[in-house]
């Protein structure tokens, strides 16, 4: 089973980190969920692929009550990032999939029906939760040609997909960033591979600069938090990407 | 595991019947070229081939019910490849939810646990419907090849008295003989398929 770490929490408005599964087989690439609750609901960020359902679901339901669940939220296509979708509307077939509408008729592959699926405009888009609203940010390109993060503008948390992912060596398994230049080696060849445009990074940076932003949460690898989150956008800013060595 | 193992079995064997029924449903074409040939042979040999010509009548007939079988045996194997699929995909779905519930303390898993069962329950009784339904419609094509192979054995024997035809005649209906022995071959090996027997 996987752990859960509450990293924000005012009152009932919280973020819950979902991470690292001992149980997980080498094959599959490690991911971290997030939960946001707010009042009596909340929302499932990148609730990660069918295998890792199991995990999820047990430590998502020692800290929530999983039918309180309106929905996820898919940063982007990926089966890593959503195909337990399936899974989840099993157990509750109301949740709702927001998701960029250029996967709004793909991702239903991993299940859902036609009413599942709320379609996240290019320009981004409000969500609301129990009287809290969070904000899907373009990340276009980021990897995904249809990519959204999300941001909580009153827990000044940023959830960003694989923007910021590292693929961490075993036995380093810490959830923040401790020491940032060691960190981002393992980040590097993963951006410069992963991220198809600089264009499109130049004007992310732009845009998250202007947030105020306390943790910088990835959905692979370790969490940014303080000063380590401009860091990281400076040293994305600067990395060029879209390179392949072949 | 059992129960994954089987489906597994389950889909490779109906993807090999499939690929069968299609080799039957090409000859079964062929055949029907086959009859038109000989009814035109039987109106070029005329009163000499007179029994000939009502047999390759009928084997045109036959033909015809051939390929219409042939489109039915078709249909089946596709839902049954579909059905098999589902069953695939629910032993995943299931073994994933069984697997949350053994983790989780949420109880209500359990009832979405056994929903998602009375659902495969569903699948693996239609695929035990589907599989009968199947099985007849091999045995009913294989009856009426049975018939064929019949009629081009008679067809044969009439040849003989097509006069100066009698040669032509003998080929043509021994070509269709061996065509019908080939597809009756082809079904005899189907119908003892393990994705009837299970073994
Ligand atoms: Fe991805
Ligand atoms: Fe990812």
């Known amino acids: ?246 | 595991m059992a129960w994954a193992q089987q489906a597994r079995n389950d889909l490779l064997r109906i993807v090999r019947i499939n690929e069968e029924i299609k080799a039957i449903v090409g000859v079964a074409f062929k055949i029907n070229i086959m009859a038109l040939n000989a009814i035109f042979l039987a109106k070029r040999a005329g009163t000499a081939a007179r029994g000939f010509g009502v047999l390759s009548h009928e084997l045109r007939v036959f033909s015809q019910d051939l390929r219409d079988s042939m489109v039915g045996l078709t249909r089946l194997i596709h839902a049954c490849v579909s059905e098999v699929s589902h069953v695939l995909q629910d032993i995943r779905q299931t073994r994933l939810l069984h697997q949350a519930v053994e983790s989780s303390r949420d109880r209500r898993l359990v009832e979405v646990l056994a929903e998602r069962e009375s659902r495969n329950a569903e699948h693996a009784q239609h695929l035990i419907v589907l599989r009968k339904q199947l099985k007849r419609a091999l045995d009913d094509a294989f009856q009426l090849v049975e018939l064929g192979g019949m009629l081009a054995k008679s067809a044969k024997i009439e040849a003989a008295y097509g006069q100066s035809f009698a040669a032509s005649l003998a080929q043509v209906s021994g070509e269709f003989d061996g065509v019908v022995e080939e597809i009756r071959t082809s079904l005899e090996a189907l119908r003892r398929s393990a994705f009837f027997t299970g073994r």
């Open chain 1, 1 to 246: 089973m996987k752990t859960t770490k509450t990293i924000f929490q005012d009152g009932n408005h919280k973020w819950v980190a979902i991470v690292r599964d001992p149980d997980r087989p080498d094959f599959l690439i490690d991911t971290n969920e997030y939960l946001v609750t707010h009042g009596s609901q909340g929302l499932l960020l990148d609730p990660g692929g069918a295998e890792i359902f199991p995990a999820v679901f047990s430590a998502l339901s020692s800290e929530f009550d999983p039918l309180a669940l309106i929905g996820v939220f898919a940063s982007h296509q990926d089966p890593d990032t959503c195909s337990s979708l399936a899974l989840w509307l099993e157990f509750n077939p109301k949740m709702r999939c927001y998701v960029s509408w250029m996967w709004a008729g793909f991702i239903p592959h991993f299940g859902g029906s036609a009413e599942t699926f709320v379609s996240i405009p290019d320009e981004g888009a409000d969500i609301p939760l129990d009287g809290l609203t969070l904000r899907a940010v373009p990340a276009h390109y980021l990897h995904s040609s249809g990519n959204f993060h999300l941001y909580d503008k009153a827990a000044r948390m940023l959830f960003s997909g694989d923007v910021g992912a590292a693929l961490l060596p075993a036995g380093e398994s810490g959830l923040f960033v401790e020491d940032f230049d060691a960190h981002i080696r393992h980040a590097e060849g993963f951006h410069r591979r992963w991220m198809g445009s600089n264009e499109a990074k130049r004007a992310w940076c732009e845009r998250v600069s202007k947030l105020e932003i306390d943790m910088l949460c990835p959905q692979h690898g370790a969490i940014y938090q303080g000063a380590d989150v401009q860091r990281f956008i400076n040293w994305f800013d600067e990395l060029q990407v879209g390179l392949c060595g072949g």
